[in-house]
């Protein structure tokens, strides 16, 4: 009988294991050394763990973005989240946004950006940024750069480059 999955902060001691899933999530180290990047040079940081059985199996981390016209607006880019492959499609990244969205409402975050699957992030109330006048720093194509509102109304007005934490331009 297996435990069911938690959803945690992270703590010390799991860098490995967060390491360990985004090795086997993703097709190089890039995600697994941004990770490890911003952990020593972001805050605020909200890493989240999913596991089951003392298992780690799903990470996601949000970290602070900016955008010049909104220099006092608290700001969050999702990036990145990574499921191991044996179990992706059972929930756990779904779960993980939930919970990451939640918290960094917690930390009064007024919105979150993700450069990511058109079809995957809507779901969670994920918008193309463009809709509300905001681009990403990257040349991305516009559908894969969404926002979520996590107080309704507060970017409306603002526009400009929504631009992430230095750190993943050296990536």
Do not use: K, W
């Amino acid at each position: 009988m297996t435990n069911a999955m938690v959803i945690r902060e992270e703590r010390q001691g799991d860098a490995e294991r967060i390491r360990g899933v985004n090795l086997a999530a993703f097709e190089t180290s890039t995600e697994a050394d941004l990770v490890d990047a911003l952990r020593r040079d972001a805050t605020p940081l909200v890493s989240l763990v999913a596991e089951d059985d003392q298992n780690v199996m799903g990470h996601i981390l949000f970290s602070p973005v900016t955008l010049a016209s909104a220099p006092g607006l608290t700001l969050m880019g999702l990036a990145p989240m990574a499921v191991v492959p044996s179990r992706q499609r059972q929930g756990v990244g779904t779960a993980l946004v939930r919970e990451g969205l939640e918290r960094c409402r917690q930390l009064n975050a007024a919105a979150v950006v993700v450069l990511g699957h058109p079809e995957y992030y809507p779901r969670f109330g994920f918008v193309p940024a463009i809709r509300l006048s905001l681009r990403s720093e990257y040349d991305v194509p516009e559908e894969t750069f969404m926002v979520r509102e996590l107080r309704d109304g507060v970017l409306r007005g603002l526009s400009g480059t929504v631009r992430y934490h230095p750190v993943f331009g050296t990536f």
